[in-house]
């Protein structure tokens, strides 16, 4: 299986290249060349496996050229090995249809543990194969940080700074990362905003110079390793379910969402896919409106989301034009520069085909976590919450509903008390976690002083 930028102007790559680069040279995203394909029986066949199991399945798909099947199995079970769901994303039922698909059960408690639990596994195995070191630099709003720690901290070959905007992550979020007590995890809190972090990171990765010298690769969701572990939960709810699902996604950065295209491209029958915005709303106007144009960033009480330009469109926007990549780079490059696009009628009609949307903002979060908690007795956390509220509004369909859900309440307390009047009851994994040592290094905003940092670090 090789991979493809969705730029076009990058050679096809092996799945192990596309995992270490994460970024294609082009500046595109990395795509299979072909999806492979699946049997509605092979499907259906995956409601008495194992999810390991199931994983595998998919995973071998993209991974035959780089990983042996033994190769592979090690992997996924090592990174489901620390899940506290025993079958790692369980369905339950919310009433009339309606289901909530958990994703939080994993080592930092949010679903970004899904799919960087594998990428690491891969990373490492990769690494040691190709020889040499890596160096991850990542900025993170709070998530994906904790998450990227959990999965690299320890590994050999690999160091990883995180970078997160100083002042500006939950208590817990700091928590998750700061009190890690592996020798290659190196945390940076920035004096800055997380624009200011990401930037950093761009421009880092702009200096090839001090790229190739540190090996310095991506794990946010433009790799593509994050997508195919993530399709793996799509296929096991509706094999589970027995018939075509309507899933709704809580969005930032349409990731987890595209998960959901590339399962139905593999062959997998979704009835509909459903994407869920806080006030950042920028994909929902594009689905409504037709023009893809990111406004003002708004904080709102599901962070994570927080998010005007949504990478992974680029994908989509790839496929939806019949894989045009010339059109797709003349797309991105307009794009960057007048921050507005209009999507051509071919280009939207083959979206909407695929996608609703609907955007909810922070008083119809609470509205949401609190129906949920009437209703049921559960807390939910606000990203959650936001999806609950698009199916809320949506209206009946005839197929089943399920909402991804994306993070445990815990890391968001503020959020559940206001909604609720008292916070969620706090999970094993967290107590304790205030009485640890915290290691961080509060930085000013200057590339060239992160950029000491990182070689000083990586001497030591
Ligand atoms: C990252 C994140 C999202 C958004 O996922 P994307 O793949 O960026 O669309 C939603 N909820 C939570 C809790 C997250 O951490």
Redesign the pocket.
């Known amino acids: 299986m090789q991979f493809i930028s969705t730029r076009g102007s990058a050679p096809p790559s092996s799945f192990s290249d596309c995992l270490l680069a994460g970024l294609a040279p082009d500046g595109g995203l990395y795509l299979p060349q072909t999806w492979p394909q699946l049997t509605a029986s092979e499907i259906a066949g995956f409601k008495s496996l194992r999810y390991q199991d199931v994983a595998f399945q998919i995973l071998s798909r993209f991974t035959r050229d780089s990983f042996s099947d033994a190769e592979l199995r090690a992997a996924v079970e090592s990174a489901y090995a620390d899940f506290d769901a025993p079958d790692i994303a369980p369905l339950t039922e919310i009433g009339e249809g309606r289901y909530l698909l958990e994703l939080f059960h994993g080592p930092t408690l949010?679903?970004?543990d899904i799919a960087l639990q594998v990428l690491g596994q891969l990373f490492s195995r990769a690494l040691a194969k190709r020889g040499g070191r890596a160096t991850i630099v990542a900025a993170t709003s709070g998530?994906t940080g904790s998450a990227a720690i959990a999965a690299l901290g320890g590994l050999p070959n690999i160091d990883v700074f995180v970078m997160h905007p100083r002042g500006r992550v939950s208590d817990v979020q700091r928590l998750q990362m700061t009190t890690s007590t592996h020798a290659n995890v190196h945390n940076i809190a920035l004096e800055g905003s997380f624009d200011d972090a990401q930037n950093i990171v761009k421009l880092l990765f702009a200096d090839s110079k001090f790229a190739d010298q540190v090996g310095m690769t991506a794990v946010n969701?433009i790799n593509f390793a994050r997508i195919a572990a993530q399709c793996v939960y799509y296929f096991t709810a509706t094999a589970k379910l027995g018939v075509p699902v309507t899933f709704v996604v809580?969005?930032?950065?349409?990731?987890?969402?595209f998960a959901g295209e590339a399962a139905s491209r593999m062959g997998l029958d979704v009835a509909r896919l459903v994407i869920a915005t806080n006030a950042n709303d920028i994909l929902a106007r594009t689905l409504n409106d037709g023009v893809y144009a990111s406004g003002q960033s708004h904080a709102t009480l599901s962070p994570?989301?927080d998010?005007q330009v949504a990478s992974n469109f680029e994908r989509a926007l790839f496929e939806a034009s019949g894989r045009d990549a010339d059109w797709t780079a003349a797309a991105m490059s307009d794009f960057a520069r007048t921050r507005k696009l209009e999507l051509p009628a071919t280009v939207l009609s083959e979206l909407r085909g695929r996608y609703s949307a609907f955007a909810c903002d922070d008083s119809q979060t609470r509205i949401a976590i609190a129906a949920i908690y009437k209703l049921t007795g559960r807390i939910i956390?606000p990203?959650t919450a936001v999806g609950v509220s698009a199916a809320m509004r949506m209206g009946k369909v005839a197929s089943p509903v399920v909402i991804l859900s994306?993070?445990h309440p815990a890391k968001f307390p503020q959020a559940v008390t206001e909604a609720i009047g008292s916070p969620p009851p706090e999970p094993k994994r967290l107590s304790g976690l205030k009485n640890l040592p915290e290691r961080l290094e509060i930085l000013a905003n200057d590339p060239a002083l992160i950029k000491r940092f990182i070689f000083s670090r990586l001497a030591a």
Not at 250 to 257: A, E, K, M, Q, V
């Open positions: 949010a679903f970004k998530d969701s809580p969005t930032g950065n349409f990731g987890d969402i994570s989301m998010i956390d990203h994306t993070a």
